[in-house]
T-cell receptor, first 113, second 107 residues
């Protein structure tokens, strides 16, 4: 596609529910990043994929967070047993390489009630 | 102290004014990325630079590696420039983002 696509755009869930957020990167982009952005803050790194390999998951805040990119293109970020502190905008970005300029999706705004 | 700091936090300007947004960082980096985030949330890459200066239209970015400082300048500002401007430094193998500067340009 022309840009990075994320879905859903908005997600409301009750505390304790599981959620899945999807990212469709720019075709041909090897690198894919997930970020969490709290209100009024800059994005915070969650995890990084190079093709289908998850090379860095040091930013995932707990073992309730899980990400995958099984075929090296579309990626899913899953949050299990959601908590109120998980409420944030989740951004996906893709690039040609890890140190290259990143192209961001519009994000998924997650609200946990 | 945050690794990446930006100033000012908020900035209001009149249309046509020259604007400067500053980014300072405390760690060694190999590159710095300036990004623009509009109210809807979408983030657009403006510049990536590791030395000197880059210009694109009304936007100019400079970086001084020795002083660990970068500036983003907007000439002849326009209301459509209203957005949050974020700098991100490439350190190690990841980008570390600043908190952003919220710019409002009034007509």
């Amino acid at each position: 596609g022309a840009g990075v696509s994320q879905s859903p755009r908005y997600k409301v869930a009750k505390r304790g529910q599981d959620v899945a957020l999807r990212c469709d990167p720019i075709s041909g982009h090897v690198s894919l990043f997930w970020y969490q952005q709290a209100l009024g803050q800059g994005p915070e790194f969650l995890t990084y994929f190079q093709n289908e390999a998850q090379l860095d998951k040091s930013g995932l805040p707990s073992d309730r967070f899980f990400a995958e990119r099984p075929e090296g293109s579309v990626s899913t970020l899953k949050i299990q047993r959601t908590q109120q502190e998980d409420s944030a905008v989740y951004l996906c970005a893709s690039s040609l390489g890890r140190a290259q300029p990143q192209h961001f999706g519009d994000g998924t705004r997650l609200s946990i009630l | 102290k945050n690794e990446v700091e930006q100033s000012p936090q908020n900035l209001t300007a009149q249309e046509g004014e020259f604007i400067t947004i500053n980014c300072s960082y405390s760690v060694g980096i190999s590159a710095l990325h300036w990004l623009q985030q509009h109210p809807g949330g979408g983030i657009v890459s403006l510049f990536m630079l590791s030395s000197g200066k880059k210009k694109h239209g009304r936007l100019i970015a400079t970086i001084n590696i020795q002083e660990k400082h970068s500036s983003l300048h907007i000439t002849a500002s326009h209301p459509r420039d209203s957005a949050v401007y974020i700098c991100a430094v490439y350190r190690g193998q990841n980008f570390v983002f600043g908190p952003g500067t919220r710019l409002s340009v009034l007509p």
